[in-house]
């Protein structure tokens, strides 16, 4: 596993980390590095719904509009893509959704791209107190 800053690594071992995603990113990562050789880079874990907000308006998205994010609850991490080739990417995250479920849909990791035009994976689970492991 590797880590943008260590406020991403701190964050990731602390306390407000959900612990089902913690699994799931361990799990990404052990799959990245046997398939392709290459560590799972978290880019960003916990951010407040204040950091939120500043995120979604640089983007031109109202404050009012601004909804919550898993992210604020420690349900949320963000994963680099694009240190992956493009059809790797895509693997992992169909790898990771076929074998957990949000909300009982394959939405756990989502490959989109951020403001800078770079593509990455966000991560999440539901406010479920179970999570669904493909048997
Ligand atoms: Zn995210």
Redesign the pocket.
């Given at each position: 596993m590797r880590y943008k800053t260590v406020k991403q690594e701190n964050e990731f071992n602390g306390d407000a980390l959900d612990n089902r995603l913690r699994m799931i990113l361990y799990a990404m990562d052990g799959y990245s590095k046997t398939e392709f050789g290459v560590d799972l880079y978290i880019t960003?874990v916990i951010r407040t719904h204040e950091e939120n907000i500043r995120v979604y308006v640089e983007r031109g998205v109202p404050e009012a509009k601004v909804k919550a994010s898993v992210?604020q609850y420690g349900r949320?991490a963000?994963c680099r893509a694009w240190i992956l080739e493009s059809e790797q990417a895509s693997q992992l995250v169909r790898w990771t959704n076929k074998n957990f479920k949000y909300k009982g849909r394959p939405a756990t990791a989502l490959l989109h791209k951020v403001g800078n035009g770079m593509n990455h994976i966000?991560v999440q689970v539901d406010n479920e107190e179970i999570i669904t492991i493909k048997k």
């Open positions: 960003e992210h949320g963000d966000h």
